[in-house]
């Protein structure tokens, strides 16, 4: 019988290519097996930002996840995508499966580690983050010494929003979308607007980087808001 194969959750950065690791393209290279995530009959992000290193010939596994607020349907994706994965391991093959951004930090690949980490060998390649490619662009330090950064999905409701930055030094606030006109509004109550930065599609050819008070009225999937601190004693 044969040894069974490794998976690899490899990070791929926010969408430049010249953002992946050295790690992550050796063994996108070199695979045999690539698996990653698409909208249900459509493209998949992740692998065009890695399609010039995928090897031809490889075998590739989509995992359809319908984009709805239901969980249900995404979890199904995820379980028919990690059955055909434990297929490829049990065969001895190893998969390389491609995560935008960094596989652990609102990854996709983590859904894959929770249903086959049990059973085979996982190792994971970090990737660059979305937010630390948003303050590169922005050109905003996240952190120096003692300082502390708070990262928060948009999604939550305003109230725990707002008691989660309360007192708060830098603010990201990921996973903005069909949320921004909310979160202009609760940033604006908080006295915020000056502090914060938006940003769209980092690491790509149409990336943008605003005041928030320039910002668009409607927001792509792949953006966020930086809220810089108030005073920078340790610049």
């Known amino acids: 019988m044969a040894e069974a194969g490794v998976l690899y959750g490899v990070g791929l950065g926010p969408g ?37 290193l995928i090897p031809a010939g490889a075998r590739e596994i989509r995992i ?3 984009m709805t607020r239901d ?42 580690q929770a249903r086959l980490a049990a059973r085979f060998r996982v190792e994971i390649v970090p990737g660059v983050t ?13 952190a120096a010494r003692d300082g502390v950064v ?22 990201v606030l990921m996973k903005l979308g069909r949320h921004l006109p909310r979160i202009r509004e609760l940033l604006a109550d908080e006295g915020l607007t000056g502090r914060a930065h938006y940003v769209a599609r980092a690491g790509l050819a149409n990336a943008a980087c605003l005041p928030l008070a320039e910002a668009p009225p409607v927001a ?11 005073s920078d004693p340790w610049l």
């Open 16 to 52: 430049d290519p010249g953002l992946i690791t050295r790690r992550a393209a050796a063994l996108i290279e070199g695979a045999g097996v690539i698996a990653y995530p698409c909208l249900a009959g459509g493209a998949s992000f992740a692998r065009s930002i890695a399609a010039e």
């Open 64 to 66: 359809d996840v319908p």
């Open 71 to 112: 969980r249900a349907p995404a979890q199904a994706a995820y379980d028919a995508g990690s059955a055909e994965i434990a297929d490829m391991l049990e065969a001895g093959a190893d998969v390389v499966a491609l995560c935008e951004g960094d596989p652990l930090f609102y990854g996709s690949f983590m859904y894959l």
């Open 130 to 142: 979305s937010m630390t490619a948003c303050a590169a662009l922005a050109g905003l330090p996240l």
């Open 150 to 171: 708070t990262v928060l999905p948009a999604t939550l409701p305003d109230g725990t929003l707002r008691d989660r930055m309360s007192g708060a030094e830098t603010v």
């Open 220 to 230: 792509p999937y792949f953006s966020m808001i930086l809220v810089a601190r108030e």
